[in-house]
């Protein structure tokens, strides 16, 4: 250290910057959701870029926060998680997929689902391990298996239908493979993925002695398609780690709550890097999610239907303004291709919706390796977690575009 400033060792620097983590002059590099989400604020645009709801979530959920504030459930947490919150998921798992899951064992509560795939991968790579992913892919991913020292491969997802060709998954997957990460329903495409597709990963998974690492964070947000956990099938469970988070489900993206579950010595593995990460997090937040876990099933069949209603409005603007659309299957985004309307950039695109329609939407690109964001590059993803009003205003500001 000389004077107030810190040098950062080689080593960090080459891992960070390969992380994405710093730009080539050793600054931070802000994520495409930061830079998109302060450009929407500066000029006043509506933000279809970042993926969360202008809606509160269920008024019981948030009742039952405020009840646990004001009964005092405001100090640490136990490090696995609350026992009501660990019984919930469990309940749920067993509800909705079947699955027979330990709440004292083989679940653990996670700062959001974020903070779960980072103790995961840490725990889970040593250097030099390879970890396979679906390409585009959500950007925490590339972060995390570069700050693990991994090595990251990727299968694409081309549109229109964004499904893998499972010849390059087949090739992908190897003895080098440590981690197979699943994230389905997907971000950012909103693909869904096949019985098929998830009973070869599970294959592949067997013969190369991987581990499967599932991110169904939307797993209630389908539209026609079921999710399928990974997990339920056959010889999947005892080498899957599944995640997910109740800020999707219940709109409630700020609170962070987030868990796992997989057998016992995995989850063990996983909490002895966690417990160094957060420690433990969202004390009075936990029992709430665990009221909303066990809403009845109008809920989640509700919520369901909302979104899908969102999707087709936002889905018939951008078709109206001379997008060309991939119908995402799930999840909050939809994907639109720009060529049609003299757009080959999406970048560029996104940093002047602004001003051509008063929208901010985030580049599919940002969700690419550098190698292959060329392939993704006329392509821009938008959010339809919003309120209906709003995504009919953006709808007509974006018509401006099929007139420019």
Known sequence: MTGNSVTMSGAWRRTARGAGLLAEDGSVAPSIFAEMSALALRTNAINLGQGFPDEDGPALVLEAARRAISDGVNQYPPGRGQPVL???ISRHQQRFYGLTVDPGSEVLVTAGATEALAA???????PGDEVVTFEPFYDAYGGLIGLGGGIHR?????APDFQPDLDALRAAVTDRTRLIIVNDPHNPTGAVFPLATLELIVELAHRYDAIIVTDEVYEHLTFGAPHIPIATLPGAWERTVTISSGGKTFSLTGWKVGWLSAPAAIVTAILAVKQFLTYVNAAPFQPAIA??????DAYFAGIAADMQRK??????????????????????????????LGFTDG??????LPELAGVVAVPIAAFCSPAHRAEYAALVRFAY?????????ASTQLEALSRA
């Open 86 to 88: 660990l019984d919930a």
């Open 347 to 352: 970048a560029e695109l996104c940093r002047r």
């Open 385 to 393: 977690c919003k309120k209906v009003k709003l995504l009919e205003q």
């Open 291 to 296: 009221v909303g876990l066990d809403l009845p």
């Open 154 to 158: 990727t299968v694409p997802l081309r």
């Open 120 to 126: 995961t991968i840490l725990a889970l790579i040593e």
């Open 311 to 340: 999707r087709d409005v936002l889905a018939t603007g951008l078709q109206a303004s001379g997008f060309d659309i991939s119908m995402p299957q799930g999840s909050y985004f939809i994907v639109a291709d720009a060529t049609p």
